[in-house]
């Protein structure tokens, strides 16, 4: 599947969280990996969020899809609820 995402957006991101989109991509490569809808009322798209293991720590990926292209929204460290919700599915 191809991933694009918007520069400026990008560099945003990393600043922000010090998570690249290239490297949250990898939560993908975690086969225990869950994704959901967390699409709001507003969202023009259907939005979704990865979560996932990278290197021994869980990441958050949000993205929708434009066509057959994965277009990131943002990526981040996962937040306590997320990571309970991972814990809970690899018991």
């Known amino acids: 599947m191809p991933f694009d995402w918007a520069p400026w957006k990008a560099d945003s991101n990393e600043l922000k969280h010090q998570v690249t989109f290239g490297f949250a991509l990898r939560v993908f490569a975690d086969r225990k990996h869950m994704t959901y809808d967390v699409s709001r009322p ?3 798209d259907e939005r979704r969020k990865a979560v996932g293991l990278v290197e021994g720590k869980l990441y958050c990926l949000v993205y929708t899809m434009r066509g057959d292209v994965c277009w990131i929204i943002s990526a981040r460290r996962t937040n306590s ?8 599915l690899r018991a």
Do not use: I
């Open 81 to 88: 609820e997320e990571d309970k919700a991972y814990g809970n």
């Open 42 to 44: 507003e969202d023009a």
